[in-house]
């Protein structure tokens, strides 16, 4: 039981811990999904976020052959999941400028408002959908 | 040096959701699923991440500028409007259809699952959607 819980916490520090040194060292918010945008979009002074990009993909290659540990096992749901499911989070986090770390992690730690009615709603909406999909229309 | 942090800051992150289960869909929808078996595991991630910045962010903000670039850039955006809230509903309705939200959807790319490439390419396309509306 112990570990089930370890792993979460330490992952959740090391996500903590690099928001704080994004801040602090380049003066940036650490939202993935703005960071995406504006590397894709050209926004000027654009080096910066392809570079935390790359860190983003190539930082769990590391851990992941350096630990040994296994990659998690891929997603049991059919292709069109991920097609409707990527639309309405790529769509929902561009008009509610935030996604789970620039709202959820660096929103609420910099004591926004906004940001923390944003987290409980998607939140919110989240345990709705998978309600909806796994208990509603499970045996239609 | 700028280059060198941000790259460090990437990969420590993307370290903490490989560590954390947020990069495994099966995980995070069963955080999801608290009218079913629910596993709470997840909510140790963001809630041990928050704790860190809730702290360290007032320390870092009460410097003059930060260490490598001229100022801070935080949205000054307040307003509690129907962008926000629609935003974040569709996005948390996406996050419950296939258990990705952008960040792990993007380091899960390493795994090499053709899903996941259909995932991250419908969001880019997701988000000049949003962008195009938002413009007209």
Known sequence: MLYSYTTPLIGGLLIGLSSVALLFFLGRIAGISGIVWGAISAQPDNSWRWLFLVGLVVGPLLYHQLTATPYPTASPLEWWYALIGGLLVGFGVKLGSGCTSGHGVCGIGNLSPRSLVATITFMAAG?????????????? | MHGVAALLCGMVFGVGLAVSGMTDTAKVLGFLDIFGTWVPDLAFVMGSAVC??????????????PLLSAGFVLSGKTALDGRLLSGAAIFGI????????PGPALSALVYLDSKTVIFVVAMLVGMALANRMGST
Do not use: D, N, P
């Open chain 1, 127 to 140: 345990i709705t959908t998978v309600y909806v999909i796994r208990h509603l229309l499970e045996g239609l």
């Open chain 2, 52 to 65: 860190v910045t809730l702290v360290a962010f007032r320390f870092v903000l009460k410097r003059k500028q």
């Open chain 2, 94 to 101: 996406g996050w419950g259809v296939y258990g990705y939200c």
